[in-house]
T-cell receptor, first 116, second 112 residues
Framework: KAGVTQTPRYLIKTRGQQVTLSCSPISGHRSVSWYQQTPGQGLQFLFEYFSETQRNKGNFPGRFSGRQFSNSRSEMNVSTLELGDSALYLC???????????????FGNGTRLTVT | GENVEQHPSTLSVQEGDSAVIKCTYSDSASNYFPWYKQELGKGPQLIIDIRSNVGEKKDQRIAVTLNKTAKHFSLHITETQPEDSAVYFCAARVYNFNKFYFGSGTKLNVKP
């Protein structure tokens, strides 16, 4: 099975611009989550989508948004970019709807966003 | 919400030695604890996990232990090899939420 695919791998944007990141989950996985990874804050949860609906949301401002399509692919959008948004953005998919059992996250290799 | 603390932040061992990384969590409703290994330029990769109804789990050179009463869990790597060098993250998931809380990471360096 192919793993989680994230595009692009690298992005350089200017403050004030907006950006869209893309994620294709493992085939058959319906849950897609997004995490921000920075040296100072570590891995922080952004949001989770399941069957095109946002199911969980982290503590990020409204400039961070996402969506999921009927084929489970997901996109994340950041508007009005700030310098502090520079980070590795990781997408992860998980296999079962169950939030009770063993449903680990399977991560992609991330999109490295640099805001100048 | 849940808070996961991880120690140490860096760990240097000689090849062949054992390495132990410890994590504590705060929410007693957490019921699933995976461990991830992240190599440079890659996303975190699951290496082992444990559910709250199990005290210990082993997979070849890697083992995880969980103490629910004390709310801590540990990763044990035996017979370390240079390719074990990476950053390791522990995580906890609160029951009924598909949202993971991660520790701050441990950079493991295995010296040949």
């Amino acid at each position: 099975k192919a793993g989680v695919t994230q595009t692009p791998r690298y992005l350089i944007k200017t403050r004030g611009q907006q950006v869209t990141l893309s994620c294709s989950p493992i085939s058959g996985h319906r849950s897609v989550s997004w995490y921000q990874q920075t040296p100072g804050q570590g891995l922080q949860f952004l949001f989770e989508y399941f069957s095109e609906t946002q199911r969980n949301k982290g503590n990020f401002p409204g400039r961070f948004s996402g969506r999921q399509f009927s084929n489970s692919r997901s996109e994340m959008n950041v508007s009005t970019l700030e310098l502090g948004d520079s980070a590795l953005y990781l997408c992860a998919s998980s296999g079962r709807d169950s939030r009770e059992g063993d449903s680990p996250l399977h991560f992609g290799n991330g999109t490295r966003l640099t805001v100048t | 919400g849940e808070n996961v603390e991880q120690h140490p932040s860096t760990l240097s061992v000689q090849e062949g030695d054992s390495a132990v990384i410890k994590c504590t969590y705060s929410d007693s409703a957490s019921n699933y604890f995976p461990w991830y290994k992240q190599e440079l330029g890659k996303g975190p990769q699951l290496i082992i996990d444990i559910r709250s109804n199990v005290g210990e789990k082993k997979d070849q050179r890697i083992a995880v232990t969980l103490n629910k009463t004390a709310k801590h869990f540990s990763l044990h790597i035996t017979e370390t090899q240079p390719e074990d060098s990476a950053v390791y993250f522990c995580a906890a998931r609160v029951y009924n939420f598909n949202k993971f809380y991660f520790g701050s990471g441990t950079k493991l360096n295995v010296k040949p």
